[in-house]
């Protein structure tokens, strides 16, 4: 498939100065092997594609599911001392603070909505993600909520699902502060989230996917399942996957 473009010009950042263009990789889709009822794009994790999660996806039990696996724009990434790889957006230090780059974060999910805008009208559309891609998904859950993304350009999508894996939510402790309105708060009520974390992740700490789910609790999301794996690494098992797609039946009736 094509490559796409976005510039923080163009989103409406205002910020003519620090315009930047990503290009995004290439999306590998999963079609669906009965009829169409769901569409989910899927992110990979830092470093990865989506070519890897796509196989995965393509083996699961859910028929009516369209997945789209996009792959993130190569860029430096300061956590990786400037290395560039593929990443859904900058990360330095895990922190509940930031995020730290959120006209990456709007760029990455302005992207995802893209590739959601153009599916049927009677499709139930949600985002999931590993990783880095699970910190995007739960991002565009906030922006779901608020309305808008952090730029402040209105969210076009209804979600009505959204799965994290071994990940968190860039700017978890302000979120409570952004969900303010009656439509807002209406919103993030209305979505069902999935979290799943493994209790010995070397990489993006328990303790990290944990506060997320506590604090999109605490802000309103008040459909939000936080599943824990004694043992499990940043990685995923075949168990996890399973309540991964009942879970999908049940919320999607996929």
Not at 148 to 156: D, E, Q, V
Not at 181 to 207: T, Y
Request: hydrophobic fraction near 35%.
């Amino acid at each position: 498939m094509s490559k796409m473009s976005y510039s923080s010009a163009s989103m409406g950042s205002g910020s003519r100065t620090a315009r930047r263009t990503v290009e995004f990789g290439r999306t590998y889709v999963v079609r669906p092997k009965a009829k169409h009822q769901a569409t989910i794009v899927w992110l990979h994790g830092l470093g990865d594609n989506g070519s890897s999660w796509s196989q995965l996806l393509d083996n699961l039990p859910l028929p009516n599911i369209k997945w789209i696996c996009p792959t993130a724009p190569t860029r430096p990434v300061t956590v990786l001392g400037g290395f560039p790889c593929t990443a859904w957006f900058d990360e330095g230090e895990l922190s509940e603070d930031g995020p730290n780059d959120v006209e990456g974060l709007d760029a990455s999910v302005a992207h995802v909505a893209n590739l959601l805008s153009t599916e049927p009208s009677d499709v139930k559309l949600g985002i999931g993600g590993f990783s880095m891609g699970a910190a995007c998904a739960l991002y565009s859950a906030a922006c779901f909520a608020q309305g808008k993304y952090g730029n402040g350009n209105p969210y076009p999508i209804n979600l009505k699902a959204v799965v994290g894996l071994s990940g968190w939510l860039p700017g978890a402790r302000n979120l409570r502060n952004r969900i303010g309105s009656n439509d807002a708060a209406r919103r993030a009520a209305s979505l069902p989230i999935l979290l799943c974390h493994g209790q010995c992740d070397e990489v993006v700490p328990f303790k990290y996917g944990e506060r997320s789910s506590q604090m999109m609790s605490s802000a309103g999301f008040r459909h939000i399942i936080f599943k824990s794996y004694e043992g499990l690494g940043h990685y995923t098992v075949p168990n996890e996957m399973e309540e991964v797609c009942q879970w999908l039946q049940t919320r999607l009736g996929a």
